[in-house]
C-alpha cells in the first residue's frame, strides 16, 4: 500500500480506509493521532496538524463532508 511509506502498519492503513469509507473520519483522525503520540513520540499539537495534513491528502472528500458537517452544527 502506497501509505506505508510514511510508516503505518497495513493494519491501521486497512481500518483508517474503513473508518474514513464508512463516514467515521474523526474516530479515524483519533485512532491516527494516538499512534502517532504513542509510537513516533511527538507532540500532540504536531500531529493534530499532521492527521490533518494526512487525511487531506488520502481522503479529500471525506474530510470534506466531515467539515461541512461540522460547520452545519455551529
Do not use: C
Not at 493494519?11 to 473508518?19: A, P
Not at 495534513?53 to 452545519?72: D, M, S, V
Request: net charge positive; aromatic share 10%.
Amino acid at each position: 500500500m502506497e501509505q506505508n511509506k510514511i510508516g503505518l502498519s497495513d493494519d491501521l492503513v486497512i481500518l483508517l480506509n474503513r473508518l474514513a469509507l464508512n463516514g467515521d473520519i474523526r474516530m479515524a483522525g483519533h485512532v491516527l493521532q494516538a499512534y502517532i503520540i504513542r509510537f513516533w513520540k511527538m507532540e500532540k499539537d504536531v500531529t493534530t496538524r499532521f492527521v490533518i495534513l494526512y487525511f487531506e491528502k488520502h481522503y479529500p472528500k471525506q474530510l470534506q463532508r466531515y467539515l461541512k458537517k461540522r460547520r452545519q452544527r455551529n
